[in-house]
């Protein structure tokens, strides 16, 4: 149908649609299955909810949200912990058309505030230490208006959940939302660089679980382990069982592997979402105790590179049939790419380790991909002389339908990201990379990382990968000392867990002559040693570069 102007309808698209289809297709399969305490002897107990249910409290929700106010276009924060009541609420306030803004609590408190007023939202449905926050630093919430509680309510005011609940269910009318619809607002973590918010729409949410779903076959009859809790949310969609892991999500490099292997096997998970931390934690627990998982059929790793070590040493306790995928993508651009782990081990690792970069695999089905030339300003206009041949390193640009188009409220973020290309838009991932002759990404770490010296320029991940090889090398990271044009390359070493440390003079010269042994390192001539390197909260794997820049700074 079009209108009077003879225009195409918009397109109606809201995410909670998937819910409601899996409500009605398998009503009583678990949708989300959450451990509640354990008993005398340590054995865990669940609570769930199936699929209808979880449409059923998602609808009452969305009556008593409505009934508030909350509603189309109302920005909402959402701070409460992966819980039955977490996917409630977030298909409830996609229901009435809300916008809920989450951020992670992990990237510290100054910055969470931060993000929360730059939000300017409405409204604020959270656990009890959510109000105290905003009860003890009111600025930040100037904006909000309505208040929820999750749990109980201390001195504070607003409505219970409990209160907001309708008790007499009825299908609730969900909004017509369209595919460009403003869906929600997800703060990056800020890992590397200021955190923004980004505008999901109904349209990328559901490009995405189309292509999720397509890329990695994924079927309704699947179990989920998220260990990331923003990917669980693809769960319901995918019609996916989500169990809610016993781990603190902030903190996945510390994860007790008994407590993830123990829902495993109880929960019979046939695909998990882990960043290489957790990949790390777990794989050399499982290791040392001969432990198979043998209904895995698939983990998927992202967040930061994964190492082939890594891979190869959590490959051990799954079946032939099973494989680790190494997906590539951003919180603005998700997936690009993925890569599966028999060809990671049986063939490009021994690329990786000569310091090719990261193979991250060929893009996925709609996604095109592009490296263009290297530059720190704005691009205004796509044109074609902005790429770059196969084999050389540029910045990985990407366009499609799960691409995000822009960030809350920052202009200037948005004209360094997004590039004009006629009626849509490239986005410039901020990362450094090349495409082989198979037409798969190599990652070769962060643009803002790489080391500009004198007579060239050395990139972080292929440079790394170097001191990497060295068995005593926990991991690495390559910083510059100096103004950009005229660095000083320093490399800082983080040994494996358990290393004394004794005789780094030995170990410095033996790294400074691998260094000396490839074109790619042979620069370097300083290497300090740090006890633990700074990483990011989310995924505890990226590293905090700028800091190690200033600390290695003091120590020259």
């Known amino acids: 149908?079009?209108?009077?102007?003879?225009?195409?309808?918009?397109?109606?698209?809201?995410?909670?649609?998937?819910?409601?289809?899996?409500?009605?297709?398998?009503?009583?399969?678990?949708?989300?299955?959450?451990?509640?305490?354990?008993?005398?002897?340590?054995?865990?107990?669940?609570?769930?909810?199936?699929?209808?249910?979880?449409?059923?409290?998602?609808?009452?929700?969305?009556?008593?949200?409505?009934?508030?106010?909350?509603?189309?276009?109302?920005?909402?924060?959402?701070?409460?912990?992966?819980?039955?009541?977490?996917?409630?609420?977030?298909?409830?306030?996609?229901?009435?058309?809300?916008?809920?803004?989450?951020?992670?609590?992990?990237?510290?408190?100054?910055?969470?505030?931060?993000?929360?007023?730059?939000?300017?939202?409405?409204?604020?449905?959270?656990?009890?230490?959510?109000?105290?926050?905003?009860?003890?630093?009111?600025?930040?919430?100037?904006?909000?208006?309505?208040?929820?509680?999750?749990?109980?309510?201390w001195f504070w005011g607003g409505r219970t959940l409990s209160q907001v609940r309708s008790r007499y269910w009825e299908p609730y009318p969900m909004a017509d939302t369209r595919a460009d619809e403003i869906a929600a607002i997800l703060f990056t973590t800020g890992s590397t660089g200021p955190a923004k918010g980004v505008f999901y729409t109904h349209g990328v949410f559901d490009a995405q679980v189309r292509s999720i779903r397509a890329h990695f076959g994924i079927t309704p009859d699947e179990i989920d382990l998220p260990t990331f809790p923003l990917f669980a949310l693809f769960d319901p969609a995918l019609g996916m069982t989500a169990v809610i892991p016993d781990m603190d999500p902030t903190k996945p490099a510390h994860v007790n592997p008994e407590r993830i292997i123990e829902a495993i096997f109880n929960q019979g998970v046939t695909n998990m979402f882990a960043s290489p931390a957790l990949l790390n934690r777990v794989g050399r627990y499982g290791k040392e105790k001969g432990i198979k998982l043998s209904t895995l059929k698939r983990v998927i790793s992202a967040g930061a590179p994964a190492a082939p070590a890594n891979i190869e040493q959590f490959v051990a306790m799954?079946?032939?049939?099973?494989?680790?995928?190494?997906?590539?993508?951003?919180?603005?651009?998700?997936?690009?790419?993925?890569?599966?782990?028999?060809?990671?081990?049986?063939?490009?690792?021994?690329?990786?380790?000569?310091?090719?970069?990261?193979?991250?695999?060929?893009?996925?089905?709609?996604?095109?991909?592009?490296?263009?030339?290297?530059?720190?300003?704005?691009?205004?206009?796509?044109?074609?002389?902005?790429?770059?041949?196969?084999?050389e390193i540029g910045e990985i640009s990407v366009r499609g339908d799960q691409v995000t188009r822009g960030y809350f409220k920052r202009p200037r973020d948005d004209a360094l990201a997004k590039i004009v290309d006629g009626a849509t838009f490239w986005h410039r991932m901020g990362d450094l990379g090349w495409v082989d002759k198979k037409g798969r990404i190599w990652f070769c770490g962060r643009k803002s990382h790489r080391v500009v010296c004198p007579q060239k320029t050395i990139f972080t991940i292929p440079c790394e990968a170097i001191f990497n090889n060295h068995p005593r090398v926990f991991r690495s990271a390559l910083v510059g000392v100096g103004h950009q044009g005229r660095q000083h390359p320093v490399v800082c070493i983080e040994l494996e867990p358990g290393d004394s440390g004794k005789d780094k003079k030995d170990l410095k010269k033996e790294l400074l002559a691998l260094a000396k042994a490839s074109p790619i390192s042979e620069d370097v001539e300083t290497i300090l040693f740090h006890r633990a390197f700074p990483v990011d909260i989310r995924h505890n794997s990226k590293i905090f570069r700028e800091q190690l820049a200033v600390w290695a700074a003091k120590k020259m």
């Open 318 to 391: 799954l079946t032939e049939d099973a494989q680790i995928h190494t997906g590539y993508g951003a919180t603005e651009a998700m997936p690009v790419s993925s890569f599966g782990s028999d060809e990671i081990l049986g063939e490009t690792r021994k690329l990786s380790e000569k310091g090719y970069g990261m193979c991250v695999g060929q893009p996925v089905a709609g996604i095109d991909v592009r490296i263009i030339r290297i530059s720190d300003g704005p691009i205004t206009q796509w044109t074609d002389d902005l790429v770059l041949p196969d084999g």
């Open 1 to 153: 149908m079009e209108t009077a102007h003879n225009a195409p309808a918009p397109t109606i698209v809201n995410v909670a649609t998937y819910l409601r289809t899996m409500a009605r297709t398998q009503p009583y399969k678990r949708a989300v299955v959450c451990p509640c305490g354990r008993d005398r002897e340590g054995r865990v107990a669940y609570t769930h909810l199936t699929f209808r249910q979880l449409d059923i409290e998602s609808d009452c929700l969305a009556h008593g949200l409505d009934g508030l106010g909350v509603g189309r276009g109302v920005r909402t924060i959402l701070m409460v912990k992966p819980s039955l009541d977490f996917f409630a609420l977030v298909f409830a306030l996609f229901k009435v058309g809300a916008v809920p803004v989450v951020v992670d609590p992990g990237m510290g408190v100054s910055r969470m505030l931060n993000c929360l007023k730059e939000s300017q939202a409405r409204a604020l449905i959270g656990i009890p230490p959510a109000h105290v926050l905003r009860t003890l630093a009111p600025r930040y919430f100037n904006s909000v208006k309505t208040f929820i509680t999750v749990g109980t309510r």
